[in-house]
């Protein structure tokens, strides 16, 4: 089966390590889907957690394997959220303005001998780079809330009583693994409560929304334990915290790549970065969370590239309107990541204009703009490691995290240009490069100028430098 994506959302909360906060409320979601289903496995999430005193708000999104239609999520929460639709154009910007690049060492090649107008060569890159409101409600469980939200159903459900619960999910189409039942009973028991959401009957992958839930008050709770259903051997989480300030997991190793740890490997072309990412993962047993970057990035840098540039820049041929009455450019353009709200009669009562600032608005909320800090993390999770829910904390360490390594150790050398005189007639290894360009070896010098003076070798920084510009992918395959 290909692999699709499934945008959904889960619950934000924040720093239980900040005395001003109040509050408590948790996310992340499992997988339900019909026992008669085949098994769906979700290979990988991205979330994006954004944390304020007033609110905090999670998005997350799946990749997975199976029918979208038989896809539905539960999400444990605390009292009644806020559910909104977002757009993957959100998920761009951030992991554009936050990729890791790392920096090859200076190739160091020898230029042509006293030539003008001749340089050195670059080097390689490598890239790191549901319910309606018929729904049986047995006793034990009450249902608090329930709305139609883009292409999803949704009902939000208290629940005292966990097999009561378990009775509502299967009847619903919800069905939970055996393995899974005792983590929601847990949940029932630790007095939560609970956010399901499913594809309205009809709708398929093109419909599909990233979802956000948004909760008052900041406690950054993550209950990986509900992550579980649906998972296989392993998960891949890349998480994007967006607060005042630099984060990282509390009750789980975390680990950041430092520049002095790189080898830049000139035959293969690439670092070892993600060698040294599995290393250090495996080390852990899986349960390592790695610390990509944590920098200021400014709002207006990720809204003006969501409203202008997504999608490589304004399109002046935005797709057509379906409405009877003129629609803006502005409106047409923002229909390429968001879809306008309809009432049961078609008729629209929020633009898509609309729906995209209030989620940008959402995404920055209560953060100042001259401190907005985004902490990108990143941890491939084994699956005995989903058996306790992750605690966001304010890391100790409040220095920036740059997105730039730059390599300073080599393994092998470059294939560097041999000059004879002032044409190129091979390559060859760095120093056999160097010897047989100087005049030592087969070939010889020229001089086109009158100072005489010897070969000028430039090192990083100077016209010749050769730099590879890796980029950390956001999954990297074995």
């Not at 945008?7 to 499992?30: I, N, V």
């Not at 992991?95 to 060569?121: F, K, L, V």
């Not at 300073?408 to 005189?421: D, F, I, S």
């Amino acid at each position: 089966m290909r692999n699709k994506l499934l945008f959904t959302a889960a619950l934000g909360a924040a720093l239980s390590a900040l005395p001003l906060l109040e509050g408590e409320a948790r996310a992340c979601g499992g997988c339900f889907h019909p026992p008669e289903e085949n098994p769906t496995v979700v290979t990988d999430h991205r979330m994006i957690l954004t944390v304020s005193k007033e609110q905090s708000t999670l998005y997350d999104q799946v990749k997975y394997q199976g029918n979208p239609s038989s896809f539905a999520w539960v999400l444990p929460i605390s009292g009644t959220v806020e559910v909104g639709l977002s757009a993957d154009a959100v998920f761009q910007q951030l992991d554009q303005n936050t990729q890791t690049q790392i920096i090859s060492p200076p190739q160091n090649c020898p230029p042509p001998p006293n030539c003008t107008n001749r340089g050195g060569a670059f080097g390689a890159s490598d890239s790191t780079g549901s319910a309606d409101g018929s729904a049986a409600q047995p006793p034990g469980v009450q249902v608090t809330k329930q709305e139609v939200v883009g292409p999803y159903e949704t009902v939000q459900l208290k629940a005292t009583d966990a097999n009561a619960l378990q009775n509502w999910l299967q009847q619903n189409g919800f069905a939970v693994p055996a393995d899974v039942q005792p983590i929601v009973n847990q949940y029932v028991a630790e007095k939560f409560d609970f956010l399901a959401l499913k594809l309205i009957p009809g709708k398929g992958v093109q419909d599909m929304r990233p979802v956000r839930v948004t909760t008052k008050g900041a406690n950054a709770v993550l209950p990986l334990r509900m992550v579980a259903a649906g998972t296989g051997a392993t998960v891949g989480i890349s998480l994007f915290v967006i607060a005042e300030g630099r984060y990282e997991a509390q009750n789980f190793p975390n680990f950041d790549i430092k520049a002095d740890d790189l080898l830049w490997d000139w035959t293969q072309q690439k670092s070892n970065y993600t060698q040294l990412r599995a290393d250090k993962t495996t080390a852990s047993g899986g349960r390592a969370w790695e610390t990509e970057s944590s920098t200021i990035v400014l709002p207006q840098t990720i809204t003006q590239g969501i409203t202008y540039n997504y999608g490589g820049g304004y399109n002046p041929n935005p797709p057509p309107a379906d409405d009877a009455g003129p629609v803006s450019a502005e409106e047409q353009q923002a229909r390429f990541s968001y879809d306008p709200v309809r009432d049961a009669q078609g008729n629209i009562v929020k633009t898509a204009v609309e729906v995209r600032n209030g989620d940008l608005t959402t995404l920055f909320f209560g953060i100042p703009s001259s401190t907005t800090r985004v902490t990108r993390m990143r941890a491939d999770l084994t699956h005995a490691a989903l058996n306790a829910d992750i605690v966001m904390t304010a890391s100790a360490v409040q220095a920036p995290l740059a997105t730039v390594r730059q390599v300073t150790k080599e393994l092998n050398q470059p294939m560097c240009t041999v000059y004879n005189g002032c044409d190129a007639v091979g390559t060859a290894p760095r120093d056999e490069a160097i010897a047989r360009s100087s005049g030592t070896g087969e070939s010889f010098s020229c001089a086109t100028g009158g100072s005489g003076n010897s070969p000028l070798w430039l090192g990083a920084g100077l016209g010749f430098l050769g730099l590879a510009v890796v980029r950390a992918r956001r999954r990297r395959d074995a």
